[in-house]
């Protein structure tokens, strides 16, 4: 779309009712997907808070897999927001994690996570867009706090995907911003299924894209081929609030 193009003051009915789907997100995901493993039991397991820092991806993926056990059994610890906690960041940050997730509402990291503060350097776009903005975050985090995993998280009900989906599907042009979003999103639209399918296979083709591209960013790619440096795929679920890694 020509940004200097003038918009109507008011949007069609069709162009808002697109609007709101990519705000609200799409209904239940198509069931019968084939997801890549959830975090593995033995990773899952409760593990004793502690200042401890994981220096390693799998360390760093064990912590996360824990906290996300937590947060779906209802048995979180919300750790690190201690008086004594807080006074010690004042000094520096040592997060062990990125995580570069969705805006959504429904699917904030430290949460998912069980995770405080300090633990997690969380950067956040709609449908985990990359931008120079978002790609010089996630430099910052690996090369200047030597975080060792970066997770890329879609979930299920991604408004942005069904947005760009939707306007893959009609070739009507998406208002503002949004535009850009859905032509990033447009190399990863799954055409082999259809209706909500299409949106849900879509939600994992794109977080496996972004992974693999953030991967091969040259600043980040020799740390990837030295074992520093993990980027994992992964999606949450809104049912039950399982995070699965993607293959």
Not at 39 to 56: H, I, K, Q, Y
Not at 59 to 87: F, K
Not at 181 to 200: C, F, K, M, T, W
Request: with cysteine; glycine share 8%; charged share 25%.
């Amino acid at each position: 779309m020509d940004s200097n193009t003038r918009r109507p003051a008011a949007f069609s009915h069709s162009r808002r009712t697109l609007l709101r789907t990519a705000v609200a997100g799409t209904a239940a995901a198509g069931a019968g997907l084939a997801l890549g493993p959830a975090f593995p039991a033995s990773a899952a397991a409760r593990e004793p808070e502690t200042t401890d820092r994981p220096v390693t991806p799998a360390q760093a993926l064990r912590r996360l897999a824990a906290g996300n056990e937590r947060w779906r059994t209802g048995d979180q610890e919300h750790p690190h927001e201690s008086a004594a906690v807080r006074r010690r960041l004042v000094q520096g940050q040592h997060p062990f994690a990125i995580v570069l997730g969705c805006v959504d509402s429904r699917v904030p990291p430290e949460l998912v996570f069980d995770q405080g503060l300090g633990d997690l350097l969380t950067v956040r776009s709609a449908g985990e867009v990359l931008d120079e903005a978002v790609l010089g975050s996630i430099a910052y985090g690996v090369l200047e706090l030597r975080i060792p995993l970066v997770l890329v998280l879609a979930h299920q009900s991604c408004g942005a995907v069904a947005a760009a989906v939707h306007a893959d599907e009609t070739g009507e042009p998406l208002p503002a911003h949004i535009q850009y979003l859905a032509d990033q999103i447009r190399p990863s639209i799954d055409h082999g299924q259809h209706g909500e399918a299409r949106v849900d296979a879509t939600v994992n083709a794109h977080v496996r894209r972004v992974s693999r591209r953030l991967a091969a960013e040259p600043d980040l790619a020799g740390k990837v081929a030295a074992g520093e440096l993990a980027v994992v795929a992964a999606r949450y679920e809104l049912r039950d609030q399982r995070v699965r890694t993607l293959s």
